[in-house]
């Protein structure tokens, strides 16, 4: 995956102009960057009839000297939404807070677009590992290190992955590895785990 870029209000102007004319206007999953208001623009935008998705993970936090576990979203300032360009476009250009994710591709910034089967993918892994969820940015992975593995029974039947040890974690995790979003980890229990050869 890419890192997120966020541009200038001129940059990204530029960048939608020049943009629109590669992105079709059938729907089609993208990011979007939100400024710390993924609520408001998660109701912008379905009361638009847009589908959203924002994965959220329960996170241990102190209020008033008390611990306590809130909601927060998993990937900070990032909503991802099913929809045509023009419409999305639109909506954007109405709410100047919400802004196009990028990625550089062959020196040039474009618009991040989602393939379908990687976001059904990940929101089906996210909502399944909500109690127990990780995500990781690229740049925390070490790959090359894990085993390749598929999940056989269980809630993950069927998924291919990798067991890793991540930077900074002890615990050795199941990890679901997007060309585009990053990755996904959990704990997933020995007997449902099988190495790939």
């Known amino acids: 995956m890419q890192r997120f870029h966020k541009k200038t209000l001129m ?5 939608t102009k020049v943009s ?37 993970a329960a996170t241990d936090t102190t209020i008033q000297g008390k611990k306590v576990i809130v909601e927060r979203p998993l990937i900070p300032n990032t909503v991802f939404v099913y929809a045509p360009f023009r419409q999305l476009n639109s909506l954007k250009n ?8 990028y990625k550089k ?41 894990g085993d390749r593995v598929k999940i056989v029974g269980g809630l993950f039947d069927g998924y291919e992955g990798t067991l890793l040890k991540a930077k900074g974690r002890a615990k050795r995790m199941f990890l679901i590895n997007f060309e585009m979003l990053g990755a996904l980890g959990t704990h997933i229990e020995p007997q449902y785990i099988r190495v790939i050869k």
């Not at 940059?11 to 960048?15: A, G, H, I, L, P």
């Not at 109405?94 to 994710?101: G, H």
Request: aromatic fraction near 10%.
């Open 20 to 56: 629109a004319s590669s992105v079709k206007d059938e729907p089609q999953w993208f990011a979007l960057k939100v400024s710390r208001k993924e609520t408001l623009a998660t109701s912008i935008l379905e009361k638009a009839g847009l589908r959203t998705y924002c994965p959220m």
């Open 105 to 145: 591709v062959d020196g040039k910034f474009k618009i991040l677009q989602v393939p379908t089967r990687e976001m059904e993918l990940f929101i089906d892994s996210s909502t399944k590992m909500k109690a127990d969820i990780t995500y990781f940015h690229p740049d925390e992975v070490e790959l090359k290190k």
């Open 94 to 101: 109405a709410n100047p807070f919400i802004t196009y994710c």
């Open 11 to 15: 940059e990204s102007v530029e960048e």
